[in-house]
């Protein structure tokens, strides 16, 4: 598992998404900047830091960091912040990456992923395999019997949720919450319209992938 460190100076602020991050599979703490010092740095070095500070604060927060690990090789660095930060941030900065408000965790993890695979080669070559259904999980594709499978983001998305907890019932609240996000106001009827288009696309006479359990929601077949 990805070890992350959230470092920050409003740790209420990002609860929500470091949550969301540790249901995709990422380790992810939350520290106070000045948490960070040089003993935890060499000891628990993480993988990878985002950055959630403001205005003069991101340039003071990465000089902090680097200066606190000026004795090793820093991790990359990706920060989340506003728009209005973004137009003045200072361009010689070392961040590797950043992401602006409202943050949405399918994207920071995608974008940790892809800095990982660059940096450590983690996440090469990862894939789930449900019998005849395959997710390329480093080229966000999907196969049946070797035939790709032309995917939205969303459906995507769902169907790598679902493949990921084979035998688990979701609710389509549970759904909504975990792809949508908990401030979605779309209603459940867009699980329903998703999971009805997904299975359209993976499924066919001799293929059944996803089960509906009446009155409750969805779950991936466990013997695929």
């Given at each position: 598992?990805?070890?992350?460190?959230?470092?920050?100076?409003?740790?209420?602020?990002?609860?929500?998404?470091?949550?969301?991050?540790?249901?995709?599979?990422?380790?992810?703490?939350?520290?106070?900047?000045?948490?960070?010092?040089?003993?935890?740095?060499?000891?628990?070095?993480?993988?990878?830091?985002?950055?959630?500070?403001?205005?003069?604060?991101?340039?003071?927060?990465?000089?902090?960091?680097?200066?606190?690990?000026?004795?090793?090789?820093?991790?990359?660095?990706?920060?989340?912040?506003?728009?209005?930060?973004?137009?003045?941030?200072?361009?010689?900065?070392?961040?590797?990456?950043?992401?602006?408000?409202?943050?949405?965790?399918?994207?920071?993890?995608?974008?940790?992923?892809?800095?990982?695979?660059?940096?450590k080669g983690i996440g090469r070559g990862e894939s789930i395999e449900c019998g005849d259904l395959v997710l390329d999980l480093d080229n966000c594709e999907v196969t049946v019997d070797g035939r790709l499978i032309n995917l939205t983001f969303k459906e995507y998305e769902l169907l790598k949720f679902l493949a990921n907890n084979k035998g688990r019932v979701f609710s389509r609240e549970t759904l909504l919450n975990n792809?949508?996000?908990?401030?979605?106001?779309?209603?459940?009827?867009?699980?329903?319209?998703?999971?009805?288009?997904?299975?359209?696309?993976?499924?066919?006479?001799?293929?059944?992938?996803?089960?509906?359990?009446?009155?409750?929601?969805?779950?991936?077949?466990?013997?695929?």
């Amino acid at each position: 598992m990805c070890r992350l460190w959230l470092l920050t100076y409003e740790h209420r602020q990002l609860e929500k998404l470091s949550s969301q991050l540790a249901q995709k599979g990422l380790d992810c703490s939350i520290l106070n900047i000045k948490e960070a010092t040089p003993e935890k740095l060499t000891e628990q070095m993480p993988d990878l830091v985002l950055l959630a500070i403001e205005g003069l604060e991101v340039k003071l927060g990465v000089d902090y960091l680097a200066w606190r690990t000026s004795q090793h090789k820093h991790p990359p660095i990706i920060v989340l912040l506003s728009a209005e930060t973004l137009n003045s941030i200072d361009h010689t900065l070392p961040i590797d990456d950043f992401v602006i408000k409202p943050w949405d965790a399918t994207e920071v993890e995608l974008r940790v992923k892809r800095i990982l695979r660059r940096t450590k080669g983690i996440g090469r070559g990862e894939s789930i395999e449900c019998g005849d259904l395959v997710l390329d999980l480093d080229n966000c594709e999907v196969t049946v019997d070797g035939r790709l499978i032309n995917l939205t983001f969303k459906e995507y998305e769902l169907l790598k949720f679902l493949a990921n907890n084979k035998g688990r019932v979701f609710s389509r609240e549970t759904l909504l919450n975990n792809i949508w996000g908990y401030d979605y106001y779309g209603g459940d009827r867009t699980v329903d319209v998703h999971i009805r288009r997904l299975r359209s696309k993976i499924e066919d006479s001799t293929h059944t992938f996803v089960e509906t359990v009446r009155n409750i929601g969805y779950r991936f077949r466990k013997n695929t």
